[in-house]
């Protein structure tokens, strides 16, 4: 990605008020509670000719985000093989973290 990509993907995390990391549903429901708000047919009862064509602006930067997010997240590879060190379960999780704190673990108790 060059530096134009990056600041448009930028962009699009500020117009979803998004975080630095979002997952694909994240993006999914910001998208559409912003659509909510700025679509069209929500605000067709508007008189404000003003207030319309500012939320049909918003409604084209909203879409063109969401497709370049989109484009963005399809190219992204998700693992599906166990990585090295991946914790299969809740019990192994804490047992990693913990397992020898006399005070939580399983290891020997101070005296």
Not at 3 to 30: M, N, P, S, V, Y
Request: charged share 35%; proline share 4%; glycine share 8%.
């Amino acid at each position: 990605m060059n530096e134009k990509e990056w600041q448009a993907i930028e962009k699009a995390r500020e117009l979803f008020k998004l975080g630095d990391r979002a997952t694909l549903g994240e993006i999914k429901r910001a998208y559409h509670r912003m659509c909510k708000k700025y679509h069209p047919d929500a605000t067709a009862d508007s008189d404000n000719v003003e207030v319309n064509e500012e939320n049909e602006r918003i409604m084209y930067q909203l879409t063109l985000s969401h497709e370049l997010l989109m484009r963005y997240t399809s190219e992204y590879r998700f693992p599906l093989t166990p990585g090295k060190g991946d914790v299969y379960d809740a019990e192994d999780w804490w047992m990693d973290r913990f397992g020898q704190d006399p005070l939580w673990g399983k290891g020997k108790k101070q005296g």
